[in-house]
């Protein structure tokens, strides 16, 4: 990383962010919507971070700005506001007063969001290398219809390194139209060129913007260095206009996130189906089976197997853990060795034990499960604290709400409760009671008791025979 306090060739970083996306339609910014689990600029953010310390990175915003501030600010970026939205010029325009003291600026866009941290390193090392005033990044997409091209220099008939201008696809020559290498809109540029000439750029045209692009061709008429470096794919480089490059954005981004996870030695048998948020991490051996989500910075340990159609949202599962299909784990946290499902549900504040077991339509919340306590089968655990060993039977319920408050379940451990047992908090269950099946438990059961608490069975032979006789006599 650049030293931000030496004098020569310090760098600062510009995202611009002011746009409102109107071909995305929709009611939120642009630079807000979100592809694999972050806000497009929060990617750019952090591909930037690499390059500058986040005191050298102003965010330009306009468009609701105070929303696009409260979103990014804990990063520990610079804003700089531009009233107007009047084109990326007036944006660079607005951000001088705050680039004194800086000699060079990487620019992007805030719609970017794929752009790797070394595509920018690359570029910051070109443009010094070449001493350059303005270096753009460019690429050559299959189709680069809509995209300003680059008109590069001839030198003895070839295309030199220099740029002459970019020129907008609308304004393409018949000659043109051939050229392919495309204005990525990320730039390098030397500060002091920039500004001595950005009072040139005219809003003449048909958005009545000032555009940055325009730049090139200003600062080459004036005898200025203007360079070109090629990206090393598209695909980094582009930007978002709709919803469908949305999603097309969102597919590159979590297959580069699958590809890294199986680089590191994560097995994800069809990556294609399986979404992963960049803030996820996976530990080495783990298994990942299709169509599974990891989602909202979600941390798995090493050696887990999780099976399919499983969604783990902002929890942690420690080493070894197996997690059988349908599991929704949410806000909740698993050790080490636990098994769960096939279709657990752990709601927010679940805690689950080493070597727990939570089964088949087992639904917890707020709930801390002992190591080796178990509940295999179709029970609601809520407010509750199980101890170690404790074996839940299939069925049983915690009664926490009594429709004004919660109320917390206590079973201490090594109690074993029986089928369809009915809790109703507050009560406290003691270390190695029993729970009959089929009990409805409201008082405290001491350690070591056996509680029953059910109705009397009375049976009545030959009733039912009588009955249906009496009904065939009357009818």
Known sequence: MLNSTAAENRFAVVILAA??????????????????????????????????????????????????????????????????????????????????????????????????????????????????????????????????????KMVGG?????????????MLSAAQMSLREINSGIYGFRLSTLFQHIGRLTDQNAAGEFYLTDMAAIVGEAGGNVVALPAATATEV????????????????????????????????RPETTVIDADVTVGTDTIIEPFVQLVRGSRIGADCHIQSYCVISNSQVADGVAIRPGCVITDSVVGAAATLGPYSHLRPGSEIGEGAHVGNFVETKKVRLGAGAKANHLTYL???????????????????????????TVIEEGAFIGSDSTLVAPVRIGAGAYIGAASCITENVPPDALAVGRGRQITKPGWAAARRAQRNKSG
């Open 19 to 152: 746009g409102k996306g109107t071909r995305l339609k929709s009611r939120h910014p642009k630079v807000l919507h979100k592809i694999a689990g972050r806000t497009l600029l929060e990617h750019v953010i952090a591909a930037t971070s690499h390059l500058v310390p986040a005191r050298d990175t102003f965010v330009v915003i306009g468009h609701e700005a105070e929303r696009v501030r409260a979103a990014v600010e804990s990063t520990g970026v610079n804003f700089v506001e531009q009233p107007q939205q009047r084109g990326t010029g007036d944006a660079m325009k607005c951000a001088q007063p705050a680039l004194r003291g800086y000699e060079h600026a990487i620019v992007l866009m805030g719609d970017a969001p794929l752009i790797r941290p070394e595509t920018l390193q690359r570029l910051r090392e070109f443009h010094l290398q070449q001493q350059a005033d303005i270096t753009i990044l460019t690429a050559e997409p299959e189709d680069p219809t809509g995209y300003g091209r680059i008109v590069r």
């Open 158 to 170: 070839r295309p030199s390194a220099s740029v002459a201008a970019i020129v907008e696809q609308k």
């Open 238 to 269: 582009l930007g978002i206009n709709s919803r469908m490059e949305l999603a097309q954005l969102d597919a590159a981004a979590r297959a580069r996130i699958c590809a890294a996870l199986m680089n590191s030695g994560v097995t994800i048998y």
């Open 382 to 408: 809520g407010d509750a604290e199980i101890g170690a060993r404790v074996n839940v039977g299939a069925g049983t319920i915690t009664c926490n709400y009594d429709g004004v408050h919660k109320h917390e």
